[in-house]
């Protein structure tokens, strides 16, 4: 029977009730069918909840949980004897805590100090591996220390630079499709890409990983996928913080944020001495990189497919969801070679916003740009150009579409640039265009 709201109200905060499951994962369920759904989602836990009652079912406020591993053997009836075994000792705790007989731990209220400590050992390797000149990567201390001068700086003579940065809607595929080491790229490669754009060498790199209960596995294959990142930045993955929020999150959710610091020589710092008769070479992405996915997963939906369908757009990848992860491009190790030898002037890091409005960030007033040689579209593109209807010059405000970076040179200095790329591993450099006199971009060509 399910209670009134003038029942519920009359009773608020002294009447308790247990759930079968971990709320708020199967609310609403009852009995056998309640395990049968937890053994058809791939549960690997589950157990009980005592919870308030209000009136909406099993949504009020959690007071206790216990929890028990469920086994590759499990059926209905065997998980149910296992989690009807915590229910009374649940109930006791819970009278207990309204009585003012019983303590509540940390645990109780939803937050695991074992589980941080057990994740912090699990990435302490691939957080070294990030070691550099100027750091140690060593994990634990209440902050990450970087020496400037071990990394070769004077310090009288170079400026420090700062970005942030996240991944976004992307979370959601990697969330869903449970694969998750990809995103851990994304968020590095979104913080340092801005860097270079200033012409700073990215230098360390902390992360900020928040869910509502921390599963420790998940967890650590996102800041794995963080160092591998940092390794391909050359920056030292320095420390981070992880928090587990109860109630703030839903059940398999977390959100990343990442923040990096670079150095660049005073006199170094870009853009410097952009002008008319630039030129714009194009470096190409590797997809769509991390912006766009909240469209993106909206055609995905409206197209009548889902994350593990066979990909349209791609059959060297088994799934969309395997294309959609595909790691944003970390550009360190191929432009800052240029911006080392002087022959940068500006760079433009091609995300939210597209090129049409990330270029502009990078010119002075009275120059804009002229790009008369775009690539065609990649596939993925020409997919959600023909998935969403979109005009070109929408498609070049909203998604990098095939470019990530742009750099900006002059012309005496494209061939040696272009020889250096492709030495860095660029196997193609486009050359989309120059700088005229005006505002704003101008693409001549269709995609």
């Known amino acids: 029977r399910i209670l009134s709201k003038q029942f519920t109200d009359f009773w608020r905060g002294r009447c308790i009730n247990v759930h079968p499951s971990l709320l708020p994962k199967h609310a609403g369920g009852m009995d056998l069918a309640v395990h049968q759904a937890v053994l058809d989602a791939g549960e690997t836990e589950s157990g009980c909840t005592i919870h308030q009652v209000t009136e909406t079912v099993d949504g009020g406020p959690i007071v206790v949980q216990r929890k028990v591993k469920v086994e590759p053997n499990d059926t209905a009836e065997s998980l149910k004897a296992k989690v009807q075994a915590l229910e009374g000792k649940a109930f006791i705790e819970a009278i207990e805590m309204y009585t003012g007989k019983g303590t509540m731990s940390y645990a109780d209220a939803g937050v695991s100090?074992?589980?941080?400590?057990?994740?912090?050992?699990?990435?302490?390797?691939a957080c070294k591996a990030t070691k550099r000149p100027g750091c140690d990567a060593d994990l634990g201390g209440f902050g990450g220390l970087f020496d400037l001068a071990a990394a070769g700086y004077d310090s009288a003579n170079t400026v420090l630079i700062g970005a942030t940065d996240g991944v976004g809607t992307k979370l959601r595929i990697a969330q869903s499709t449970q694969k998750h080491e990809s995103v851990g790229i994304d968020l590095v490669a979104m913080c340092v890409n801005d860097l270079i754009v200033a012409g700073g060498e990215p230098l360390f790199f902390l992360d900020y990983y928040a869910t509502g209960q921390l599963h420790v596995n998940e967890a650590a294959a996102v800041v794995r996928g963080i160092a591998e990142g940092c390794k391909r930045a050359n920056c030292g993955l320095i420390g981070g913080e992880t928090a587990e929020m109860p109630s703030m999150y839903a059940p398999g959710d977390y959100d990343l944020a990442g923040f990096s610091v670079g150095a660049v020589a005073r006199d170094k710092i870009l853009p410097s001495g952009v002008e008319v008769g630039d030129v714009l070479l194009g470096i190409p992405s590797s997809g769509i990189h991390s912006n766009g996915f909240s469209l993106v997963r909206k055609l995905v939906e409206k197209e009548d497919l889902n994350y593990g369908s066979p990909c349209p757009w791609d059959s060297s990848v088994a799934t969309i969801g395997d294309s959609l992860l595909t790691p944003t491009k970390i550009y360190v190790k191929s432009c800052l070679p240029l911006i080392k030898k002087g022959l940068i002037k500006g760079l433009a890091h091609i995300t939210g916003g597209?090129?049409?409005?990330?270029?502009?960030?990078?010119?002075?007033?009275?120059?804009?740009?002229?790009?008369?040689?775009?690539?065609?579209?990649?596939?993925?593109?020409?997919?959600?150009?023909?998935?969403?209807?979109?005009?070109?010059?929408?498609?070049?405000?909203?998604?990098?579409?095939?470019?990530?970076?742009?750099v900006i040179l002059a012309k005496s200095n494209v061939e040696i640039a272009k020889e250096m790329l492709k030495e860095a591993g660029e196997e193609v450099v486009y050359e989309l265009g120059t700088l005229v006199a005006g505002s704003g971009v101008t693409v001549d060509n269709s995609l």
């Open 113 to 125: 100090i074992d589980a941080g400590n057990e994740l912090v050992d699990l990435i302490k390797p």
């Open 354 to 406: 597209g090129l049409v409005e990330n270029l502009p960030r990078s010119l002075p007033e009275g120059v804009g740009a002229k790009v008369v040689s775009h690539p065609p579209l990649p596939p993925v593109f020409k997919w959600i150009q023909k998935a969403s209807g979109l005009d070109d010059h929408e498609m070049l405000r909203t998604f990098n579409c095939g470019i990530g970076m742009v």
